[in-house]
């Protein structure tokens, strides 16, 4: 029997990402992004991002489904982002669901975005095994997940008390005047570096951290370090030595985040790590994980870069796993959730 059609939607930031998905195949996926006309800003700004989303719906879709050559009322489910994300953004996306799912007569499934960073690696490496680790890192967030069945069934390990791994690189890109989203630069400015120059603070990695704060992050510790070594360097006239900062930054949050990761598989008893979100592209990160995941026993699954950044395929399958797990679906009468917490798979 052929797994059902789910038609994805992604609208909680500034990528109006819709795809199609049948089992864990991808059908087609098409993302159209606002993020130009943000980057004068130095920031995503929530109402250009709502109505951006509103004129690129129509078109994508579109794209997406003559894509896949498919007419809308082939579609078996629609699932859409229901949480975490812009208030504003999620609901252009949650309302056109909505229609697009009295239209046809089929389920509606609200699904959660950071569950999304996680599932899309089914399309790539096959369904999220029983009993893995999930580590999401994006600019919005950076959460440890324990996968109990299968990716519709997580449990909350830590997540960051402060800034997220990809903010916290934004953040340090400004203050070395690289442009926005500071994240990429940052990355291809340390490759250039001396990572052992400056070594800078591992945030809740102390001995006192270990109980509570196993696997909590902390960057904005870190990144008070930088600007202070920043200005330090200045008030005496020296030249910033921008590349070893860079270095020794992405050392820094790379460590903790690889750290604190395989010590989840260690103590969950979990040989699969599988890593999503915009700043899995991290060069370091992925080197980190490539050296130390198999030394500790353990399979680092990472999706390629496109299904890492926000995009319909990663909603798309979270939705195909909510079908596969007979899941109820949602009520055509859900709001979206702007904090939506990390377990809830669908609302
Ligand atoms: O998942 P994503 O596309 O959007 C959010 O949901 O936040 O992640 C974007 C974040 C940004 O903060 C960006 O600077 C960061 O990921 N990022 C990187 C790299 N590529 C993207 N950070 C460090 N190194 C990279 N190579
Ligand atoms: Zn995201």
């Known amino acids: 029997m052929t ?24 059908v087609a996926d098409v993302t159209a992004s606002s993020m130009e006309e943000h980057a004068r800003f130095g920031g995503i700004i929530p ?24 007419d809308l009322s082939e579609v078996d489910a629609i699932a859409v982002t229901a949480g975490p994300g812009l208030v504003g953004s999620l609901t252009v996306g949650a309302a056109a669901a909505k229609a697009l799912a009295l239209s046809v007569g089929r389920p509606i499934l609200g699904v959660n975005h950071v569950i999304g960073h996680a599932a899309v690696d089914a399309l790539v490496h096959g369904a999220v095994p029983a009993r893995s680790v999930a580590l999401v890192v994006s600019g919005g967030h950076t959460t440890l997940l324990s996968v109990g069945t299968g990716i519709t069934d997580v449990t909350l390990l830590g997540e960051t008390l402060d800034d997220a791994a990809g903010e916290a690189f934004d953040k340090v890109g400004r203050l070395l005047g690289l442009p926005y989203p500071g994240g990429p630069h940052v990355d291809r400015l340390a490759a250039t570096g001396d990572r052992e120059a400056i070594r800078y603070p591992r945030g809740l990695s102390a001995p006192k951290d270990r109980e509570r704060h196993a696997y909590n992050f902390s960057f904005s510790g870190l990144k008070t370090a930088v600007a202070r070594d920043l200005e330090a360097r200045t008030s005496r006239g020296e030249e910033i030595p921008a590349a070893d900062v860079a270095a020794g930054f992405s050392e820094a949050v790379a460590d903790v985040l690889a750290t604190k990761a395989l010590r989840a598989c260690a103590d969950q008893g979990a040989d699969v790590l599988v890593v999503g979100g915009g700043f899995s592209a991290n060069s370091r990160l992925r080197e980190l994980l490539a050296e130390r995941g198999p030394a500790a026993g353990v399979e680092v699954r990472i999706p390629p870069p496109r299904f890492c950044t926000d995009n319909g395929a990663m909603i798309a399958a979270l939705g195909s796993a909510v079908v596969e797990a007979g899941l109820p679906s949602s009520s055509l009468g859900f709001g979206v959730d702007s904090s939506m917490a990390a377990t809830s798979v669908l609302v």
Do not use: K, N, Y
């Not at 797994?3 to 864990?24: K, M, N, Q």
């Not at 109402?47 to 498919?70: K, M, N, Q, W, Y």
């Open 47 to 70: 109402e250009i991002a709502s109505r951006a989303h509103l004129e690129a719906f129509g078109p994508t879709l579109g794209a997406a489904l003559a894509r896949a050559d498919v």
């Open 3 to 26: 797994s059902p059609l789910v038609l994805g939607i992604e609208t909680s930031c500034d990528e109006t990402g819709i795809a199609l998905v049948r089992g864990t195949e991808l």
